[in-house]
């Protein structure tokens, strides 16, 4: 069964994207000034830059808004709704454009009565649909994935693909899907997502790589850091993700997918702190002296043979090297100081 991200949007919430056309929505259209319209807190999606955001520019110059915004008002303290401002679920983009092009007004279509999780499935759906999934980084890729899946799973919408996202979380193997007769694992080749090519065992990977701290999710995003290695790196509490980071900062050194994966080991092994986290990072290893190889002496024939007739067997020398060696220490009384 495949990983589908638009399969949320059967039953109530394909209602809620219905209304994305005016023509054919229940909810009122307004004219709404851009000052009056904010950005909802949680969005993990980057705003437009560069070329890209020029162009929609010039476009709305041309042509306008033609797709309006989708916005709900904004709630008040004592739950009332706000006299002239919204938030904005989708059109963030849309918005700077139309400031930038000089309009007075932006058109929104005004969701009334949503719960925050409804909110926010439109906020990552429409992104999802707006955008290509494969350009865009990876900490946004996470943040939607790992928003969707929560989402989901809080309003108990498609239970059997939470529960198997989960059991791929706990036995998440970041190198390799492993085929097993365990249903909870199925063969990601053969799991290939419907809508955006994601496997669940990407999907679970995503969804771990979120916990990442922001600074190495912006190392990964810049293409710095491996995302293997972010994978990897976040199994680390917070704490020593930071340590981790500052060390790195400090020296100039990027981490490999082998050093990260020892330092998750190191973190697994309840053995993580700045020493075993450095020697990791400067090649050392711990020796382990109780499994160290014993030393051996061996001495020649040649070396002895003043002190021994030809004919005296192997053991008899070595009884009377023993011998020897025991007088000598019995009675040096500086080697028993």
């Known amino acids: 069964m495949a990983f589908d991200l638009g399969a949320g949007k059967s039953g109530k919430i394909n209602t809620l994207f219905a209304s994305t056309d005016p023509s054919k929505s229940k909810d009122k259209v307004l004219n709404i000034k851009p000052a009056h319209l904010r950005f909802y807190d949680n969005q993990p999606f980057h705003l437009y830059a560069g070329q890209r955001f020029e162009d929609m520019v010039e476009s709305i110059k041309i042509n306008g808004i033609i797709n309006p915004l989708t916005v709900r008002p904004v709630i008040n303290e004592d739950g009332t709704p706000h006299s002239t401002d919204y938030e904005i679920l989708a059109g963030r983009n849309r918005r700077n454009a139309a400031i930038e092009a000089g309009l007075e007004f932006v058109p929104c279509i005004i969701k009334e009565g949503l719960s925050d ?41 498609r239970t059997d ?32 997502g419907e809508k955006y090519g994601l496997d669940r065992g990407t999907v679970a990977r995503y969804i771990q790589f979120n916990k990442l701290i922001a600074e190495f999710k912006a190392l990964a995003d810049s293409k710095d850091l491996p995302f293997i290695a972010g994978v990897a790196l976040s199994y680390l509490a917070e704490s020593h ?19 990260a994966e ?9 053995t993580f702190n700045i020493d075993s986290m450095t ?15 014993k030393a051996s002496v061996v001495i020649k024939r040649k070396t002895i043979s003043a002190f021994f007739v ?27 100081e």
């Open 262 to 270: 020892a330092i998750k080991q190191l973190s697994k092994d309840g």
């Open 310 to 336: 030809k004919d005296e067997t192997e053991e008899e020398i070595q009884s009377t090297i023993i011998e020897a060696l025991s007088y000598y220490f019995a009675n040096n009384e500086k080697l028993q």
């Open 241 to 259: 993700q930071a340590e981790v980071y500052s060390y790195i900062t400090d020296v100039e050194i990027r981490i490999s997918v082998k050093q």
């Open 117 to 157: 999780d409804d909110a926010h499935l439109i906020v990552i759906e429409t992104n999802l649909m707006q955008r290509s999934f494969t350009d865009m980084t990876h900490s946004e890729k996470a943040a939607a994935l790992a928003s969707h899946y929560e989402t989901l799973k809080q309003q108990g919408k």
């Open 161 to 192: 693909l939470t529960k198997e996202i989960s059991n791929r979380l706990e036995n998440l193997d970041i190198n390799e899907d492993k085929a097993t007769s365990d249903s909870s694992k199925i063969d990601s080749r053969a799991a290939a």
């Open 279 to 293: 020697s990791i990072f400067e090649g050392k290893k711990e020796v382990d002296k109780s499994k160290a190889k």
